[in-house]
């Protein structure tokens, strides 16, 4: 199985920041890494899907990259509504998994 | 617009089985470009995949090694819908369960509502 660590896994950060989450994997995954936002009493949403495409709709502050076994989320211009808890998630082999999370907190 | 709509009881006695159900909309069961899932979410475990079923000339699933031996997963293509069931439920099986489309057999872009289930007597 293949293990995602995240770091850091709490940070609280002020609007118009840029904020970097990164999440390490056990093993190279190529670039099947996608990340997710959760919001509370949310289900996750899709942001990035193959470590650097952006998904429809969502906002162009949002990027991502990497690839093999190191990855990044950044978040250009924080904005208030961007506090959440960040996820990465691998498909490169079953089972799936998740990191542990980033929760975002906003100042 | 693709939906998923849960349904299910919140409430599940221990060693009894968990079932929920999915209902899709705006897509297919029986799509061969999607796979559809069940993950699981609670404090001590985090997000963890629990399994899913898809189809592509015949129906498959795939289930996570730590629940495999108690899953099933079913698609039901007259009601376009797929459900879960857990059997022999204990308290540590408590949490919210989710159903996602797994588009492309990569990502997942369309969850459901959540549903969370507690094993409780």
């Known amino acids: 199985e293949i293990v995602l660590t995240q770091s850091p896994d709490f940070q609280s950060v002020t609007p118009k920041e840029k904020v970097t989450i990164t999440c390490r994997a056990s093993?190279?995954?190529?670039?099947?890494l996608h990340w997710y936002q959760q919001k509370p009493d949310q289900s996750p949403k899709l942001l990035i899907k193959?470590?650097?495409q952006s998904f429809s709709g969502v906002p162009s502050r949002f990027s991502g990259s990497g690839s093999g076994t190191d990855f990044t989320l950044t978040i250009n211009g924080l904005e208030a509504e961007d506090a959440a808890t960040y996820y990465c998630r691998q498909s490169s082999s079953l089972p799936y998994t998740f990191g542990q999370g980033t929760k975002l907190e906003i100042k | 617009q693709v939906q998923l709509q849960q349904s299910g009881p919140g409430l599940v006695k221990p060693s009894e089985t968990l079932s929920l159900t999915c209902a899709i909309s705006g897509d297919s069961v029986s799509s061969n470009s999607a796979a559809w899932n069940w993950i699981r979410q609670s404090p001590s475990r985090g997000l963890e995949w629990l399994g899913r079923?898809?189809?592509?000339?015949?129906?498959?699933?795939d289930f996570a090694v730590s629940v495999k031996s108690r899953i099933s997963i079913n698609p039901d293509t007259s009601k376009n819908q797929f459900s879960l069931q857990l059997n022999s439920v204990t308290p540590e099986d408590t949490a919210v369960y989710y159903c996602?489309?797994?588009?492309?057999?990569?990502?997942?872009?369309?969850w459901g509502q959540g549903t969370l289930v507690t094993v409780s007597s």
């Open positions: 193959y470590a650097s």
């Open positions: 996602a489309r797994e588009k492309e057999y990569n990502w997942f872009d369309r």
């Open positions: 093993q190279s995954t190529g670039s099947n």
């Open positions: 079923t898809y189809y592509t000339s015949k129906w498959h699933t």
